[in-house]
């Protein structure tokens, strides 16, 4: 007689000790590794505080240029509200210069991307804009625009502009071919194209754009302040380190860094929230 076993999916054999055990070790380690990757920052920062440390312990570098890590901490502690007030304004001033990049850049990119007419007249214009040493720029913003935030904001938005106009034109201008050839299966119009799979598809390179373009928001922040600033963290750094106060001088330094990666670290979770399929479809190390 046939053997006639049910086919409920409840009824389910249970699986081998050898299965549990196994994805047990695998819950685990991938539980250390996102332990270690957290932890992994701050080992580095201790590391760069012992060697900064031991450099200024042996004066390797004099002290008026680099005095010792305590000291600017306690430079920090004296006049925190201060301080704090001061790097507010120059996280204004990156956030508002960078969003400005950002539309404008995108917007440029999309206009090379859509016609190769436009992206062979503007193209080298655009790569000598940007060659030009935006420091050279300061006084000339001052006497164009003032003393503000006026040439603050365009030094942002000269410094952040080119990574983002490249990153979204060579996003759009690079679909990968099955995905074009989808889209022409589908009879789908020029905006259906855009709006379903070539900006899709771009957004993991402008956000390459952008990931490089935020750390020189802040560079271009400080550079500005110290053109033309009347407040900010460059604003500071320069009245300290012309009184000889090298130690207030670096705590500004010090906070410019930490607000950059601060930033950088919200743009890295704006992108893994935004782009899901991404760490998804690629290799990870």
Same mark, same amino acid.
């Given at each position: 007689?046939?053997?006639?076993?049910?086919?409920?999916?409840?009824?389910?054999?249970? =699986?081998? #000790?050898? %299965?549990?055990?196994?994805?047990g070790r695998a819950g685990r380690g991938a539980g250390l590794r996102a332990g270690a990757g957290t932890a992994l920052p701050a080992v580095g920062i201790v590391i760069?505080?012992?060697?900064?440390?031991?450099?200024?312990?042996?004066?390797?570098?004099? =002290?008026?240029?680099?005095? =010792?890590p305590a000291d600017v901490f306690t430079a920090f502690v004296d006049k925190p509200a201060q301080m704090l007030e001061h790097t507010w304004d120059t996280t204004l001033e990156i956030l508002t210069g960078f969003a400005?990049?950002?539309? &404008?850049?995108?917007?440029?990119?999309?206009?090379?991307a859509s016609s190769r007419t436009v992206e062979r007249m503007f193209t080298p214009l655009l790569v000598a804009v940007n060659a030009v040493p935006k420091i050279?720029?300061?006084?000339?913003?001052?006497?164009?625009?003032?003393?503000?935030?006026? #040439?603050?904001?365009?030094?942002?938005?000269?410094?952040?502009?080119?990574?983002?106009?490249?990153?979204t034109a060579t996003g759009l201008t690079t679909t990968p071919a099955d995905l074009a050839e989808l889209v022409r299966?589908?009879? &789908?119009?020029?905006?259906?194209?855009?709006?379903?799979?070539?900006?899709?598809?771009?957004?993991?390179?402008?956000?390459?754009?952008?990931?490089?373009?935020? =750390?020189? %928001?802040?560079i271009g922040a400080v550079i500005g302040e110290f053109q033309a600033g009347e407040s900010g963290l460059g604003y500071v750094i320069?009245?300290?380190?012309?009184?000889?106060?090298?130690?207030? &001088?670096?705590?500004?330094?010090?906070?410019?860094?930490?607000?950059?990666?601060?930033?950088?670290? %919200?743009?890295?979770?704006?992108?893994?929230i935004a782009l899901p399929w991404v760490r998804e479809t690629t290799s990870s190390r």
């Open positions: 007689m046939t053997d006639v076993r049910s086919a409920d999916p409840a009824v389910a054999e249970p =699986p081998p #000790p050898g %299965a549990v055990s196994e994805a760069a505080l012992a060697a900064w440390w031991l450099t200024a312990r042996l004066e390797l570098v004099h =002290p008026v240029a680099l005095p =010792p400005l990049s950002v539309a &404008a850049g995108v917007l440029i990119g999309l206009s090379l050279t720029l300061g006084p000339l913003l001052v006497v164009a625009l003032g003393w503000g935030q006026k #040439p603050i904001l365009t030094m942002v938005f000269l410094l952040c502009f080119f990574p983002i106009v490249l990153s299966s589908w009879n &789908a119009s020029r905006w259906q194209a855009f709006r379903k799979v070539r900006f899709p598809a771009a957004l993991p390179q402008i956000f390459v754009g952008l990931k490089v373009a935020m =750390p020189l %928001a802040a320069t009245q300290y380190a012309g009184i000889g106060d090298a130690a207030t &001088a670096w705590a500004a330094i010090m906070l410019v860094a930490l607000v950059s990666i601060l930033l950088y670290s %919200a743009l890295l979770l704006i992108e893994r």
